[in-house]
């Protein structure tokens, strides 16, 4: 089955403790994304990757780290974790930069006091 | 600066009656749009899309239009039943001039369907 996978799904953790949140897809995309939402802000991109080892910023990556060693795994680094980043986040892959659908993961809720 | 918005965060509709979701958008570079579905615990899954070179597209209840005048899309769910109860996100992408194919999106509106 195609799919997007998100571990942990829920974390509750305490600022400055380093976290990692690990994505992988099964479907051997190029293209994987991290997203978070928020109430009354939508989905806002954190950072994207079109290949292995090619990652840049998206629209709010202020706090966050990625890495892309291999196609299939894109984890979500956060170093010194605050209470604004507490947030459902999404990772999301496609196929290739033109294509259309996007597959999301489960999503994490990651509270942070 | 909210590119892509979703000006009504929620919609109540009967089942069996139509469900319009409107979304407006202010980047005339945008050339592409979607619609994304989200159930609660889920992650958002593809619903429909649009070119900006037509004006609609039509995928069994659920039909896109696109006023590229008005800078506004708006989805129909005719007839509406209760397990389209869910968070509809609408996005938007510069698919051919952009570089990186980046979804914007907007706020979401909760649509719920009574029986």
Not at chain 1, 44 to 53: A, F, K, L
Not at chain 2, 98 to 106: C, D, E, R, V
Request: hydrophobic letters at 30%.
């Amino acid at each position: 089955e195609a799919q997007v996978t998100q571990n942990p799904r829920y974390l509750i953790t305490v600022t400055g403790k380093k976290l990692t949140v690990t994505c992988s897809q099964n479907m051997n995309h190029e293209y994987m994304s991290w997203y978070r939402q928020d109430p009354g802000l939508g989905l806002r991109q954190i950072y994207y990757s079109m290949n292995v080892e090619v990652t840049d910023k998206g629209d709010v990556p202020e706090g966050y780290k990625v890495s892309r060693k291999e196609k299939r795994n894109f984890p979500l680094i956060l170093e010194s974790p605050s209470p604004n980043q507490t947030s459902l986040y999404f990772c999301a892959s496609r196929s290739g930069v033109r294509t259309d659908t996007q597959y999301f993961g489960p999503g994490t809720r990651l509270t942070v006091l | 600066d909210q590119q892509v918005k979703q000006n009504s965060p929620s919609l109540s509709v009967q089942e069996g009656r139509i469900s319009i979701l409107n979304c407006d958008y202010t980047n005339s570079m945008f050339d592409y749009f979607l619609w994304y579905k989200k159930y609660p615990a889920e992650g958002p899954t593809f619903l429909i899309s649009i070119s900006s070179i037509k004006d609609k597209n039509e995928d069994g209840r659920f039909t896109v239009f696109l006023n590229k005048s008005a800078k506004h899309l708006s989805l129909h769910i005719v007839p509406s039943q209760p397990g389209d109860s869910a968070v509809y996100f609408c996005a938007a992408s510069e698919r051919y001039g952009g570089a990186t194919n980046k979804l914007i999106f907007g706020t979401g509106t909760l649509l719920a369907v009574q029986p």
